[in-house]
């Protein structure tokens, strides 16, 4: 769809999958590109499987994040900056959406580049999203440049 008025967003979502947002901040930082740094081969990983709509409401979720066994991140998705059916409604003025499009929310509080002093991933490092009434996904980070 195209236009999507915000009364009618939340028609369109099939339904929900946990997506890791993964970024390389030196390189968004450096090119001052956000699209930049999360366009990498093995970034954005997500499922293992989808939810519909009608088992999940999404709107309503909490999101917890790990690194190395270290909670992170623990938020809510009614706590977002932009909630979803303003984010499809959004995205949806500046293209057509289509079946199987996927929309990242973004993340909660708590990404390393946030601390005092910022905690970056390193290699080996082990970081795992559960989502309530989703699942789990968990990544191993490996840098390309050994």
């Known amino acids: ?14 339904g929900y999958t946990a997506v890791n947002d993964v970024t390389a901040r ?4 450096r090119h001052q590109q956000w699209d930049l740094g999360k366009s990498f081969d093995t970034f954005c990983p997500m499922g293992p499987w989808i939810v ?3 088992e999940l409401d999404g709107r309503d979720t909490r999101v917890r994040g790990w690194v190395n066994g270290e909670l ?8 977002l900056i932009f909630d979803i059916p303003t984010l499809i409604e959004t995205c949806s003025r500046g293209i057509t959406l289509y079946p199987g ?3 990242a929310t973004g993340t909660p509080a708590g ?3 946030g601390m005092k002093p910022p905690r970056w991933l390193r290699d080996g490092d082990v970081v795992r999203i ?3 009434g989703l699942g789990v996904i968990e990544n191993r980070f490996e840098s390309r440049h050994g």
């Open 26 to 29: 030196d390189v968004q930082m």
């Open 52 to 54: 519909s709509a009608d």
């Open 72 to 79: 992170r991140q623990d938020g809510h998705t009614k706590d």
């Open 1 to 14: 769809g195209r236009d999507i008025a915000r009364s009618r967003a939340m028609d369109h979502v099939f």
């Open 111 to 113: 990404v390393g580049m």
């Open 130 to 132: 559960e989502i309530d």
């Open 101 to 103: 499009d996927v929309i």
